[in-house]
């Protein structure tokens, strides 16, 4: 296993304690946080750092790759440590972002190949629905 200091060595990245705070915070978590949601995350054990910092440490760790950055609409920025392609969906009650998982998309990359003269490198998929909180309280409503 990697530790994060190997891994912030290999990308000749210097080890902030902001950093390593935000990026163990990513690693920690599956629900793409905004950096709204990762500064007040982190306020308790860091109450010091600024959004500001949050942003920047966000921003340095996606140009190294460690962090991908999703954009899910008009600048809603969400961030998953999880770097490998893969589908998202987007709750458009709560705003919630889960990962579809089990689908490849990859072929995805071929078929546009096809009907372009682009050669495909990648895709970003977003999906937009209701999540099952937000549809079971709809249900109670009635
Ligand atoms: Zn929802
Ligand atoms: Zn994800």
């Known amino acids: 296993m990697n530790s994060i200091t190997n891994i912030f060595r290999e990308k000749k990245l210097k080890l902030t304690p902001q950093r390593i705070a935000v990026y163990k915070y990513l690693q920690s978590t599956k629900e793409h946080p905004s950096a709204e949601t990762i500064y007040k995350a982190l306020q308790t054990d860091y109450p010091t750092?600024?959004?500001?910092?949050?942003?920047?440490?966000?921003?340095?760790?996606?140009?190294?790759?460690?962090?991908?950055?999703?954009?899910?609409?008009?600048?809603?920025?969400?961030y998953d440590s999880n770097v490998c392609s893969?589908?998202?969906?987007?709750?458009?009650?709560?705003?919630?972002?889960?990962?579809?998982?089990?689908?490849?998309?990859?072929?995805?990359?071929d078929k546009i190949a096809e009907f372009t003269d682009y050669k495909v490198l990648t895709n970003k998929v977003y999906f937009y629905?209701?999540?099952?909180?937000?549809?079971?309280?709809?249900?109670?409503?009635?």
């Open 86 to 109: 893969h589908p998202h969906i987007q709750c458009v009650c709560c705003g919630r972002v889960d990962d579809v998982e089990n689908v490849s998309f990859t072929n995805l990359n």
């Open 129 to 142: 629905g209701v999540c099952k909180d937000c549809a079971d309280k709809d249900n109670t409503d009635f």
């Open 49 to 78: 750092m600024s959004l500001a910092t949050v942003y920047k440490a966000l921003k340095t760790l996606t140009e190294v790759n460690l962090v991908n950055e999703l954009n899910v609409g008009e600048g809603n920025f969400r």
